[in-house]
């Protein structure tokens, strides 16, 4: 399974884009870019899944690179209830969570 | 609501007791997981199930034990477990339609082991 690496934990002030980076430098051909949410007390939500370039659902936008050894997770304009830990994961089939991305939506 | 229901969503158990959790997922799914996640840890896969048959068990104690009668039912069967076992019990599903890796999560039962 590829690792992947994101920052710890990162603060955004309510009505801001928030750009959340993760870098996964031996993806492998087959694998896909995984992104989840989740809520205290609660079961992580899939957000979106790309492969390569950009790929935009409702709720976000994932941006991926050509070499593909990175990803970036695009929320627009969060809000209070954004406030989550956010999961990079990188396979073509299962999963490995890692820590995750806390980000707290400020006021 | 994800489709994923998980019973009871808290559990308070001695070291001796023997309980189980439920899961049963409405979506028609022909996978199941159960997760752990403890505080301050990422979360981890325990067991997955295809079809009924298990197809993955992640050097879980023996202590914790999987059944899965159907597609759409898990159960989590508990005994003589330890303090260190409470933690956050999450089971997902997922089926073959979607994005690869795409699984739906329950809410979670919140165990703890006195």
């Known amino acids: 399974l590829a690792k992947t690496t994101q920052p710890i934990s990162m603060d955004s002030y309510e009505g801001q884009e928030v750009n959340i980076t993760c870098s996964h430098n031996n993806i492998a051909t087959n694998d896909y870019i995984t992104w989840y949410q989740q809520f205290p007390s609660q079961g992580p939500r899939f957000i979106i899944q790309?492969?390569?370039t950009k790929v935009t659902n409702e709720v976000a936008s994932l941006f991926i690179p050509a070499d593909r050894k990175s990803s970036t997770l695009s929320l627009p304009r969060v809000s209070l209830s954004d406030t989550a830990v956010y999961y990079c994961?990188?396979?073509?089939?299962?999963?490995?969570f890692g820590k995750g991305n806390q980000v707290v939506v400020i006021p | 609501e994800t489709g994923v229901t998980q019973t009871p969503r808290h559990l308070v158990m001695g070291m001796t007791n023997k309980k189980s959790l439920k899961c049963e997922q409405h979506l028609g799914h022909n996978a199941m997981y159960w997760y752990k996640q403890s505080a301050k840890k990422p979360l981890e896969l325990m067991f997955v199930?295809?079809?009924?048959?298990?197809?993955e068990n992640n050097s879980v104690p023996s202590r914790f034990s999987p059944e899965c009668p159907n597609s759409s039912h898990l159960f989590l069967h508990l005994h003589t477990l330890q303090p260190e076992d409470s933690a956050l019990y999450l089971c997902?599903?997922?089926?073959?339609?979607?994005?690869?890796?795409?699984?739906?999560f329950g809410p979670g039962t919140r165990l703890t082991v006195t």
């Open positions: 790309g492969y390569k």
């Open positions: 199930y295809n079809f009924k048959e298990q197809t």
């Open positions: 994961l990188v396979g073509s089939g299962r999963l490995a």
């Open positions: 997902a599903s997922s089926g073959t339609s979607g994005p690869p890796g795409e699984q739906y």
